[in-house]
């Protein structure tokens, strides 16, 4: 065991803290990781909130890169020294959807089996199975995926949430190709990775819809072609407007795929009546317990066609996708430092949180 510096989420709604806690040494499947960098995920503070669940203290944290310290005694897929990126989707290989040739729906994902805990013993919940804002922590070896070492840790951990959900929502649940057309609703870190996972699969058109001009200019610069300000304008009609139908049947037309990175009712129902018919809505935004699917007629669902999806982790393989993606950003073709606004300290969260409901960030990154 050892202890180390960490961010704790005590008590829903309030202050996150710096303290000290207790990390124990790798046992079976397990390994410890020397945390390097760990970006700030609006999850976090959804957890920090309550909204995640009551699970409290939490250790927050969970978009990381590091270099793996010491692996349990049955371990060989990883080992001391590997530079990783962890993730959330430690598949177990034998469930059914792992059986059926579809590890990205595991149902049985793999977290490590001992608790780290505060200096009085109390059990921590880690974020998402990691917990990352810490100089160290305690994973199962199938959540740390080996990437190019000389690669920027402060970057490349971004893939380990919120940037591999929006880049996957777009090309793994959307099914986003050379040609489509797409919007987006919410550029934020997950918003403006859709966009650029847009750009990166071909799509003609990239409309980004938000409230913050900041983060429109932002996203012109990850390939948006288009920018919708919809607090000035109705987002349902200005992306119509921007995809019209290619016949003269007279529907109203719209995008092939509209990605809510939000994750609110309003933003969804936006979503629902934005996309052309026979289009895709993929919920990448993560709503609240007490949030209810809006009103929408359910002839409008049937007479639409298309698909309704949602977008887990964008529906990744991190062994299949984080070495692919960490090499595209290697060759400059993928921007990922341009989703690092800003490197902040361990003890910088809680001001993080609030830079990032001041719209001011895409993604404050703790280094260590
Ligand atoms: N599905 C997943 O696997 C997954 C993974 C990571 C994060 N998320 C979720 O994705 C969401 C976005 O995360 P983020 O880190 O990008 O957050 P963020 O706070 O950085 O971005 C949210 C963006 O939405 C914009 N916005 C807010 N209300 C809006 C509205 N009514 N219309 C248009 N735009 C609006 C904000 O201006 C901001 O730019 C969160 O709910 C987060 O929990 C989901
Ligand atoms: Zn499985
Ligand atoms: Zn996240």
Redesign the pocket.
């Known amino acids: 065991m050892q202890q180390v510096k960490a961010v704790v989420a005590l008590a829903k709604g309030e202050p996150v803290q710096l303290t000290t806690i207790n990390v124990p040494d790798p046992g079976p499947g397990e390994a410890v990781v020397k945390v390097q960098a760990c970006g700030v995920?609006?999850?976090d503070?959804?957890y920090r909130e309550g909204g995640i669940n009551d699970d409290f203290p939490f250790l927050l944290g969970h978009e990381a890169a590091g270099v793996v310290e010491s692996v349990g005694p049955d371990v060989t897929d990883v080992a001391p020294g590997d530079f990783v990126v962890l993730n959330w989707r430690a598949v177990c290989g034998s469930c059914r959807a792992c059986n059926r040739g579809e590890p990205q729906y595991c149902f049985a994902t793999h977290n490590a089996t001992q608790k780290m805990t505060l200096e009085d013993g109390t059990e921590l919940s880690p974020a998402l199975g990691i917990g990352a804002f810490a100089e160290k922590t305690l994973v199962a070896s199938g959540q740390c995926t080996k990437v190019d070492p000389a690669a920027r840790a402060a970057a490349v951990g971004l893939l380990g949430?919120?940037v591999?959900?929006?880049l996957?929502?777009a090309i793994n649940t959307g099914n986003v190709t050379r040609g489509s057309t797409v919007a987006v609703?919410?550029?934020?870190?997950?918003?403006?990775?859709a966009i650029a996972g847009a750009a990166l699969a071909g799509a003609a058109r990239i409309i980004a819809?938000?409230?913050?001009e900041r983060?429109l200019e932002n996203a012109r610069k990850l390939g948006a072609t288009h920018t919708v300000n919809?607090?000035d304008v109705d987002?349902v009609e200005a992306i119509r407007g921007l995809t019209p139908p290619a016949d003269d049947t007279g529907h109203e037309g719209g995008a092939d795929v509209v990605i809510d990175?939000?994750?609110?009712p309003?933003?969804w129902k936006?979503a629902f009546y934005a996309r052309d018919l026979a289009g895709t809505v993929v919920?990448?935004?993560?709503?609240t317990p007490e949030m209810k699917v809006p009103d929408i007629p359910l002839i409008d669902v049937f007479g639409r066609g298309g698909s309704l999806k949602?977008?887990?982790?964008?529906d990744c393989l991190p062994s299949r996708d984080f070495p692919m993606l960490v090499d595209l950003y290697q060759q400059g073709r993928l921007d990922l430092d341009a989703f690092v606004t800003e490197e902040i300290g361990i003890g910088d969260v809680e001001a993080a949180f609030d830079k990032?409901?001041g719209?001011d960030?895409?993604?404050s990154v703790v280094v260590l």
């Open positions: 995920c609006h999850t503070l959804h949430c919120g591999m959900a929006g996957g929502a609703i919410g550029c934020g870190g997950v918003g403006a990775a819809v938000d409230i913050d983060k919809s607090k987002a990175a939000v994750g609110r309003e933003t936006q919920l990448v935004g993560v709503p949602s977008s887990w982790y964008g990032m409901h719209g960030v895409l993604r």
